[in-house]
């Protein structure tokens, strides 16, 4: 999961569009950004941190010149958090050099890997964005979009990419949609990100989601410049589920779908399967929020946010080490004993993964007086690590619902809670389609995580 932007004007330098781009979308990734413009050569700043760290300084901005330019801020999935694997990454076609930004993961590129190492290609960085830019390397086309298309039918697995070749900006979309992109046109730029909050932040208007498949190409401002044709045959429609619950942000749009809206659904939902009589609905911030909101309506319960959130500290599922992440929860939550003192509460959260929050959460409202301590979860238990985008096949031996093998009364005892419980499958599938999707079905979705039925094969 990393956040990615695209941008072309006719008028003016993109770098602060893209410095605000890439600021509004570090909720993706936290651990390194970089931005890169060109006006007949390349420019770049990047670095590790987050975009107002690595930007920081009189003049930065000012010195990435052109009307075109990427941005990405990365959440490490394959290969270390290190400066060598910071994106856009560069590449080379036919003696030019071309940047890529990469949201998503390829799966069994090994071998594709050794085999461009064997015709001598030197690989700068460890993760597996490089084997496509090693593939156009080797493509033997002569353009350049036909040398990227060449390059995705050599490798499989989930993305959404956006490169800057000269003065051109190209975005393009995985055969089954995993990962969001979104086009947005005005005030004289056009505008490939994956968060649509990203228009609203720049202003600009949303125009729609890249179609899985689809290659978006532009080199200006003007919406009537903006080309579009089928670069990989679309297969089935395979959106990300946990988009929808986590990972984008509340005010984006995907599928035609508000996720505001749709979280909130998924509380009035969860609460349709799961009711409880409690004193308080508490959510966790700030992922359970949303979801808190439609179960406290629906059950008519007192919602109140007894769980200070120290904005401070980021989210701390992409921190890249555990320590870190421990260290950053103790900073960035903390209980409002006057709240639960003596009260039944339900905690409503979006999720489940390693069960290191939940627990904490739980045991800070016991220890400030709650009578009882009850769960609720807007999604099912994560039994299955991802391999399209998120690193917890990196850590699978922590996954909580794994480790107990789907036993909820054993993973309600670990976190000391009074009682757990999630939303079904078919329940989170029912408030997605529910919330007003453009053609989603119940088959539609990427729900490895849940379900262990992976869309691309897993090869080791």
């Known amino acids: 999961m990393c956040g990615i932007v695209g941008i072309a004007s ?5 770098a602060r569009d893209l410095y605000l781009a890439n600021w509004g979308q570090m909720t993706r990734g936290k651990e390194s950004s970089r931005i890169v413009t ?3 050569q390349y ?33 490490s999935t394959t290969g270390g958090s290190s400066t060598h ?28 890997k050794e085999w461009c190492e064997r015709k001598g290609y030197l690989f700068k960085t460890t993760t597996d964005t490089e084997v496509l830019a090693a593939l156009i390397y080797y493509s033997r086309k002569t353009n350049f979009q036909d040398a990227l298309k060449w390059a995705l039918q050599q490798i499989h697995g989930t993305y959404a990419l956006i490169v800057l070749y000269k003065d051109q900006v190209m975005g393009v979309c995985d055969p089954s949609g995993n990962r969001p992109l979104v086009l947005g046109s005005g005030n004289d730029i056009n505008l490939l990100a994956s968060e649509s909050a990203v228009c609203d932040i720049i202003g600009i208007d949303v125009i729609r989601d890249i179609n899985p498949g689809e290659l978006v190409t532009f080199s200006d401002g003007y919406n009537e410049n903006i080309k579009s044709e089928v670069l990989l045959k679309k297969s089935i429609s395979h959106p990300c589920i946990f988009e929808f619950i986590y990972f984008l942000r509340p005010d984006s749009i995907w599928h035609n779908l508000r996720m505001q809206i749709v979280r909130e659904k998924m509380g009035t939902v969860l609460w349709d399967e799961h009711p409880l009589k409690a004193d308080i609905i508490v959510p966790a911030p700030d992922s359970g929020n949303a979801a808190a909101i439609g179960y406290a309506q629906a059950s008519q319960i007192p919602l109140v946010f007894a769980l200070f959130r120290y904005h401070g500290v980021g989210r701390t599922f992409i921190d890249p080490i555990q320590n870190m992440r421990d260290e950053n929860m103790r900073i960035k939550l ?8 003596g009260k039944i509460v339900v905690i409503v959260d979006d999720s489940i993964v390693r069960g290191t929050v939940t627990r904490r959460v739980t045991n800070m409202l016991l220890d400030a007086g709650a009578k009882e301590v009850h769960i609720r979860i807007a ?26 093998d789907g036993d909820i009364d054993a993973i309600c005892t670990e976190i000391g809670a009074s009682s757990l419980a999630y939303l079904s499958l078919a329940g989170l599938k029912r408030a997605i389609i529910e919330s007003g999707s453009d053609g989603l079905s119940e088959a539609s979705f990427c729900d490895a995580c849940f379900t262990g039925n992976y869309h691309i094969p897993i090869e080791e």
Not at 10 to 14: G, I, K, L, P, Q
Not at 334 to 341: A, C, D, F, G, H
């Open 43 to 75: 420019h770049l700043i990047g670095g590790m941190g987050t975009p107002d760290v690595v930007f920081r300084g009189e003049g930065a901005l000012q010195t990435l010149k052109g009307r075109c330019g990427i941005g990405h801020d990365r959440y």
């Open 334 to 341: 903390n209980v409002i004993p006057e709240l639960v003192k």
């Open 379 to 404: 999604s099912p238990p994560y039994m299955h690590p991802c391999y399209y985008g998120i690193d917890t096949y990196r850590v699978q031996n922590e996954l909580i619902a794994l480790r107990h």
């Open 10 to 14: 006719n008028s003016r330098d993109v």
């Open 85 to 112: 694997n910071i994106q856009p990454i560069e590449g080379v076609f036919n003696g030019t050099p071309f940047w890529l930004a990469h949201n998503g993961n390829f799966v069994g590129y090994q071998k594709v």
């Open 38 to 40: 060109f006006d007949d």
